[in-house]
T-cell receptor, first 114, second 109 residues
């Protein structure tokens, strides 16, 4: 069974640009969640999608958005990039997104904002 | 907001040594998970503990959940270079899992 696939692996953008990251969950998994990881703040929850609906959201500004398609694939968009958005963005999938359920993470997209 | 504090933040040891890392909170969690993340990869689940006082063993790794379900520890016996990585604990209380900032472990040959 293929794991969680995130593309691209690396991205370099400049301030003010926007970026779209993609995540393909494990087949059969309906929940996809996104995290931002930085050395200073650790792993912070962005949002979670289930059956094409955003079910939970973390404390990030509206510049961070996402969506989920009918095949459970998900995209995350960041508009008007800031230097502080440089981070590793991780996507995780699980069967139903139930509390405490095992999360399967992708390898992440390393975003650098110059 | 539920917070998880992990200690130590960094640990550098020689192969063969034992070590313990801690995950503490003032909040009660219904379950707690430990993940290991290697450079350039996403975290991989090692174990989930659910019952207060529970102890789980995974080869040389021993995980314990505190009686009050507010804290947990991970003990590694006879560390190997392959144990190098970032160890993260994650608590399930509210729906959104809370992650600690991790313990970065380096095991030198």
């Amino acid at each position: 069974k293929a794991g969680v696939t995130q593309t691209p692996r690396y991205l370099i953008k400049t301030r003010g640009q926007q970026v779209t990251l993609s995540c393909s969950p494990i087949s059969g998994h309906r929940s996809v969640s996104w995290y931002q990881q930085t050395p200073g703040q650790g792993l912070q929850f962005l949002f979670e999608y289930f059956s094409e609906t955003q079910r939970n959201k973390g404390n990030f500004p509206g510049r961070f958005s996402g969506r989920q398609f009918s095949n459970s694939r998900s995209e995350m968009n960041v508009s008007t990039l800031e230097l502080g958005d440089s981070a590793l963005y991780l996507c995780a999938s699980s069967l139903d997104g139930d509390r405490g359920e095992k999360l399967f993470f992708g390898s992440g997209t390393q975003l650098s904002v110059l | 907001t539920q917070l998880l504090e992990q200690s130590p933040q960094f640990l550098s040891i020689q192969e063969g040594e034992n070590l313990t890392v801690y995950c503490n909170s003032s909040s009660v969690f219904s379950s707690l998970q430990w993940y290991r993340q290697e450079p350039g990869e996403g975290p991989v689940l090692l174990v989930t503990v659910v019952t207060g006082g529970e102890v789980k063993k995974l080869k040389r790794l021993t995980f314990q959940f505190g009686d009050a379900r507010k804290d947990s520890s991970l003990h590694i016996t006879a560390a190997q270079t392959g144990d190098t990585g970032l160890y993260l604990c994650a608590g399930a209380g509210s729906y959104i899992p809370t992650f600690g900032r991790g313990t970065s472990l380096i095991v030198h040959p």
